[in-house]
């Protein structure tokens, strides 16, 4: 764990963003996972200047979800823009963040990401069918940021 590019082996790579395309074949909605090494201060805060970095602010109905991992820190946030928090609680977000931190707390990653994915994608298929003209907004791939 000691930097977040190792997180993940290639295949645990591989599975994550496969959950992101399994999820997002049923929303209109965007999902991104981004995994860092370090955050300096307030993960909500940090989480937020990711989200806009890449652009998950941008999407048209505003149903954007960042997993936002700091690994050497241990800390994580899962952030969703207003259309999805305007239709689900804070409670929502709570839930999968224990879910997905059960794994984690086990080095499971790859396992807790594929669980929240999965949880996140069940509830913005509920509030954001998917379209037929649906455009893949936003990059499937996990990001990440060696800081």
């Known amino acids: ?7 993940l082996n290639r295949e645990e790579d591989r599975r994550v ?10 929303t209109s909605g965007e999902i991104k996972v981004h995994i860092e090494n370090r955050c300096k201060g307030d993960v909500e805060k940090r989480s937020l200047v990711v989200f806009n970095k890449l652009k998950l602010n941008e ?9 936002y991992l700091a690994v050497r820190d241990h800390k994580f946030a899962i952030l969703g823009d207003k259309g999805i ?3 689900v609680g804070q409670g ?6 224990d879910l997905m931190l ?3 707390k086990e080095n499971r990653f790859a396992e807790g990401l594929e ?13 954001f069918p998917y379209q037929t003209d649906d455009v893949n907004e936003i ?8 800081n």
């Not at 764990?1 to 997180?7: D, E, G, L, P, Y």
């Not at 963003?17 to 049923?26: D, F, G, R, S």
């Not at 929502?92 to 963040?97: A, I, L, P, Q, Y």
């Not at 669980?115 to 509030?127: D, N, P, T």
Request: aromatic share 8%; net charge neutral.
């Open 1 to 7: 764990m000691s930097n977040a590019i190792t997180i």
């Open 17 to 26: 963003v496969e959950a992101i395309k399994q999820a997002e074949l049923n």
């Open 102 to 104: 059960s794994h984690f």
């Open 92 to 97: 929502f977000w709570n839930d999968v963040k």
């Open 115 to 127: 669980q929240g994915i999965q949880r996140c994608g069940e509830k913005l298929k509920a509030f």
């Open 85 to 87: 928090n305007n239709v």
């Open 59 to 67: 999407t048209k109905l505003r149903n954007g979800v960042l997993i």
């Open 139 to 146: 990059p499937d791939e996990i990001s990440y940021e060696n």
